[in-house]
C-alpha cells in the first residue's frame, strides 16, 4: 500500500516464496524469489484485507493523532480464502517490490508527491498488463553461515528492455564486482506467461554461472501447471 494521512492506494500485489529449498523446504529466508501480480488474491480476499486489516488499523492510527504517510507492506498468509496478517513493514517488500516496481506504469515519483500532499485519492496508478518474476542468487550456505568477497562476472551478460538484474549483496572492489551477503542478485524478468518468464530467467542465471552460489529453480509453482 501507499498512504497518506486520508486516503491510500494498493500499489500492487506479491507472491513470495520464503523457504530456502524446493518444494517449500528448509528454513525461512528474507526471501528466494516472488513473482506479481499474486493469483491468490482475488477481488473478495481484497475486500476483506481493506476491511479487516488495513482500515482498521490506519483509522487506530489517526484516532491516536499519529496517521501515517508512506509505503505501508503487509505481509499476509492466506488460508482457505481467510487473510490473516503476519507483519507490517513502513517500506517496500523484498523481493516483492523488484516485481512490483517493473509493472507500474504510473510515475513514482507522482505517486509519492501525491502521499506527501494527502492527494492519493486524486491519481489513479496505472499497472502494465505483464506479469513479473525474481529468482534470488544466493550465496552458498544462506541462510546459515557463508562466506562473502566471491567475485562475480556480468559483463558478457545482455539484457533486453524486460529483463533486469538488481544487486542485493554486492560491492565493487578493485573494478571487480564481489559478493557482501547472504542474498546476492535478483534476477527479474516481465512477460505474459510466468513459465516462460522462467524459463527466461534461468537461461540468465546459467550464463551467470556463479559457482560460489545456488537458486531455486521452481519459482513460482503454485502458477505455473506443470507440462
Known amino acids: 500500500l501507499v498512504v497518506d494521512k486520508k486516503n491510500f492506494s494498493f500499489i500492487g500485489s506479491a507472491q513470495d516464496h520464503k523457504r530456502v529449498g524446493e518444494k517449500e523446504r528448509g528454513p525461512n529466508t528474507g526471501g528466494m524469489g516472488a513473482y506479481s501480480p499474486a493469483a491468490i488474491i482475488d477481488r473478495d480476499i481484497e475486500k476483506k484485507i481493506i ?12 484516532k491516536r493523532k499519529n496517521p501515517y504517510t508512506g509505503f505501508l507492506y503487509v505481509g499476509l498468509m ?29 510515475d513514482l515519483i507522482k505517486i509519492i508527491n501525491a502521499a506527501l500532499n494527502n492527494k ?48 542485493a549483496g554486492t560491492k565493487f572492489k578493485r573494478n571487480s564486482l564481489l559478493s557482501n551477503g547472504g542474498r546476492v542478485l535478483n534476477v527479474v524478468v516481465l512477460g505474459n506467461s510466468f513459465l516462460k518468464i522462467r524459463e527466461q530467467i534461468l537461461i540468465i542465471l546459467k550464463k551467470i554461472n556463479w559457482k560460489y552460489g545456488f537458486f531455486r529453480r521452481d519459482i513460482g509453482w503454485r502458477v505455473i501447471k506443470k507440462k
Open 78 to 106: 492466506i488460508k482457505n480464502k481467510e487473510p490473516y496478517l503476519i507483519e507490517y513493514n513502513v517500506r517496500m517488500g523484498d523481493p516483492e517490490c523488484q516485481v512490483i516496481m517493473p509493472r507500474l506504469k504510473t
Open 51 to 62: 476491511n479487516r486489516i488495513v482500515k482498521p488499523t490506519l483509522k487506530a492510527l489517526r
Open 120 to 167: 492519493l485519492n486524486k491519481i489513479r496508478i496505472k499497472w502494465s498488463n505483464n506479469k513479473c518474476m525474481t529468482t534470488v542468487l544466493c550465496s552458498n550456505g544462506y541462510p546459515g553461515k557463508y562466506t562473502t568477497g566471491k567475485e562475480i562476472n556480468l559483463k558478457k551478460i545482455r539484457l533486453n528492455k524486460k529483463s533486469f538484474i538488481f544487486h
